[in-house]
């Protein structure tokens, strides 16, 4: 079965945040997603009909880390690459055109019956997880529903074909004369493709608006009467800002779009799904190798909704600020557009999608609290900061296992051993350390534990064996 026929080539998902590229690096393939897709990290804000942004952004402050802050990159590239990966697997088996019909569970496991052109059969596993997609056949099967939020606003989403020299750079309209009252959003994507987004307000006919007809006045509008176009995917779609209220049922696992779905602007639903991913495997892995309770899979639920809601908020208060709803609500945003282009503390206030960074944690049972005053550094519950690190980069040498970074902590290496973690010295004189050093704030003596999926567990000023060996018992799971 020609896989390319399962490949939705429509208009989905386009913008990758650099946690995500830094997860499919532990994957090995993030640098093919990098040389595929446009890479930015500048952001412009646009108002009126004003050929110049009231302000500008940088998604990537913190500069000298592997990755950059995005890549606007097309899903179904996304997927073939993924696909083509998994294929180098001889436990990963994708079965194309299987549709679940019913599932049922018990204390050790859980079984799905499938539908197939070819007949019908049963599998059973320990765990079943239902990336089902935002329409998920298992959730409804299982009687479950999402809790959250319908926006009573339309957006069209143009992605068309043209060549124009433009920068790498997301822009983004307030009431331009193109589309007046309302928002625009454009954003380059490979081959000359280039997506392009209209506001288009609630009570519309979306049969009608995909028509080219009706489609071409806003392309025109933006990219200009001169430049020929081609059409690559035309839709219509609705915010919806939602979750589950649980992710974990049993031994059924909910992960991505079936678990929740939030608003395009920010690019927090896919990458979101992929934290989800990144979060679980771990997770699983321990608890299947019999190194961690099935417990353990209750901080996952914890975790993953934590992301969920950080990403609902800032989706939510997105729309909020981009389709206005009352007079009052239409004179705060204005009033913060006009003042933007002149007063910095204005622009804080500018909501044009709050872009998707990593979720912290920081009351997550695996964390173990600072016991130590820290003036900086990652607390526990954070996603570990990139650096450069002798040839290569941090992230990289801290892979997809337990690890400790250490300035001369004295921890003994044949104890750490038992403990299944590699341990990075960062005290060597290296300009490169000093850099990871600084970002971290370890002081001589001092350590962090790090988890698989590359968020901080624990840090101390002054670490000791009996610190690392508790701190590694509560990452999974066991306090």
């Known amino acids: 079965m020609n896989q390319l026929e399962f490949i939705a080539a429509g208009s989905k998902a386009i913008c990758f945040a650099k946690r995500t590229l830094d997860i499919w690096e532990r994957l090995g393939v993030a640098k093919k997603m990098i040389d595929k897709g446009v890479v930015w990290n500048v952001g412009k804000v646009f108002y009126g009909d004003a050929s110049d942004p009231i302000y500008q952004f940088d998604m990537l402050p913190i500069k000298e880390q592997k990755h950059p802050s ?89 992605d068309v074909k043209f060549k124009q020299e433009r920068p790498s750079e997301r822009w983004f309209w307030f009431d331009p004369p193109f589309n007046p009252g309302h928002s625009a959003l454009l954003h380059k994507q490979p081959d000359d493709v280039w997506r392009l987004d209209f506001q288009l307000g609630w009570d519309v006919d979306r049969a009608e608006c995909v028509k080219p007809e009706n489609v071409e006045p806003f392309v025109r509008g933006m990219i200009g009467d001169d430049v020929e176009f081609e059409e690559e995917w035309y839709s219509v779609y609705t915010f919806q800002c939602r979750r589950m209220r ?173 403990l299944h973690i590699v341990t990075i010295d960062l005290s060597t004189a290296d300009e490169s350390r000093s850099i990871a050093l600084e970002r971290y704030q370890i002081p001589r003596g001092g350590a962090y534990l790090i988890r698989p999926d590359q968020y901080v567990a624990a840090r101390w000023k002054s670490a000791k064996f009996a610190d690392v060996q508790n701190a590694l018992a509560r990452a999974k799971g066991s306090q």
């Open 70 to 158: 995005f890549i606007n990159l097309q899903q179904y590239y996304v997927e073939e690459i993924l696909v083509e990966e998994l294929s180098k697997y001889d436990n990963v088996q994708l079965r194309w055109g299987h549709k679940a019909t019913a599932v049922e569970q018990s204390s050790n496991g859980a079984s799905v019956q499938i539908e197939t052109p070819q007949g019908s059969y049963g599998i059973s596993a320990e765990w079943v997880i239902a990336c089902d997609g935002h329409r998920s056949t298992i959730r409804e099967l299982m009687g479950l529903d999402f809790q959250g939020q319908i926006f009573e606003d339309n957006f069209l989403i143009a």
């Open 246 to 418: 649980r992710f974990v049922h049993g031994r059924i696992v909910f992960a991505g779009d079936s678990a929740h779905q939030v608003s395009p602007f920010g690019a927090r639903g896919c990458n979101g799904g992929v934290a989800d991913a990144d979060n679980l495997a771990w997770k699983l892995n321990l608890i299947l190798n019999g190194d961690a309770q099935k417990g353990l899979i209750e901080s996952y639920d914890y975790e993953a909704i934590v992301t969920a809601d950080e990403n609902i908020l800032n989706s939510t208060r997105s729309t909020e600020f981009m389709t206005p709803k009352s007079e009052g609500s239409v004179a705060f945003r204005n009033a913060v557009l006009d003042l933007a282009e002149e007063y910095k503390f204005a622009q804080s206030f500018v909501n044009s999608g709050r872009l998707s960074t990593p979720v912290g944690y920081p009351d997550s049972a695996l964390n173990t609290p600072d016991k130590d005053a820290w003036d900086g550094g990652v607390p526990p519950g954070n996603a570990a900061i990139d650096a450069p690190l002798g040839e290569g980069w941090l992230l990289d040498q801290l892979g997809d296992q337990f690890a400790i970074l250490e300035n001369r902590s004295g921890l003994n290496e044949t104890e750490l051993g038992s």
